[in-house]
């Protein structure tokens, strides 16, 4: 199918990938609770002929083509939103307490396109695209869920792309960035660091252990790690975003509780600031007679960018929508419009890379001076939506290419 085709084809069905955006947008859940997106995906995939199927606590995977020998390329799109009560001036915006502040309802609208496309031209495609709709990337849980459901097998995965939209970015609307090789996205890591003294009256706290001072002066350790403990390009950060403890003015509390994140671009810095996390806890109490341990909850590896599947995707990118619209990070960075080929931000969808060659594609989705200021993961976030039928065709076009150029 030539590129031209395949957009005309996907302009076609621009009405339904926004009805059905906003259909998603008007109804979000958050982790794995997300219970009518995923009964509307899986109601969509069937009514196009597809055979959606169960994968982990809340995912579905769809097969399309498998009619011609060759290999498997899978699409990523997320499902899950944010625990944010919406304040975006939209017609469309959800009621529920809940937001789509990151934009994963279009990665499912637009991943639903690509399946109508790829479903009507099932006999051209080289081999089989496997469809991936997740729950839980917020939480960096639902891609390591559904690998560990059987993702990656039957049939056994050979290449994998994911699309992000970036709202709030210096592009036109539909201009696709691809991923330089290597790390593009940080490991993440959450912590809660619980200090436990001994409480007593304000008036007399000799009798007592304050949790609170232990708090204060491990918060302010922690950041010595950065300051003084790793090299200057071991990219790295550290935030301490909770701090709880005591409801009564007048008395030293029992026990203070501390939540965080970590994110790195290194697994041997990870387990180093991990290390370092524990002891300087533990230490710090120890010097104010109270005691402190730190757990690791949910968290995610690097996102590793394989080197032959971005070089791919630049070159399909630019067939698809031209050299004006289609960029590779290296290109930007030459150009000066670039700020690097890694994001602060961690991605989910770094289990996958770590198990099969992958790519992460950004899709530029709101300039600032259109009004698309506000980023991902606040209130009044928002998006361009003439960016969805493009969207759709890019996921179908990276698949298509690639199992062309890999026909066994």
Known sequence: M???KLLREAEEIRDRVLSERRTLHQCPGTGFDIGETLAFVRKELADMGLQPVDCGRAGLVALVGGKNPGKVFLLRSDMDALPIREEADVEFASQNGRMHACGHDLHTAMLLGAARLLKAHEDEIEGTVKLMFQPAEEIFEGSHDMIEAGLLENPKVDAALMIHVMAGMPFPA???????????????????????????????????????????HILIALQEIHARELALGDRAVLTIGTMNGGTAANVIPDLVTMGGSIRTFDEET????????????????????????VTFGSGCPTLVNDKELSRCCEIYAKELLGPEKAFSVEELNAMGGGSGSKTAGSEDFAYVSQEVPSVMLALAA??????????????????DESVLPGGSAVYAYMALRWLEDHKE
């Open 366 to 383: 709101g300039q600032p001076e259109k009004g698309y200021c506000y980023p991902q993961h606040h209130p009044m976030a928002k998006f």
């Open 270 to 293: 990870r387990a180093f600031i991990k290390q370092r996390m524990a002891e300087i806890a533990e230490g710090t109490a120890k010097a104010f007679r109270a005691e402190a341990g």
């Open 2 to 4: 030539t590129s031209e």
């Open 174 to 216: 539909g201009t696709v960035i691809v991923s330089a090789p290597g790390v593009s996205a940080p490991a993440a890591d959450y912590f809660e660091i619980k200090v436990q003294g001994k409480g007593c009256h304000g008036s007399m706290p000799n009798t007592g252990v304050d949790p609170l001072t232990a708090a204060a």
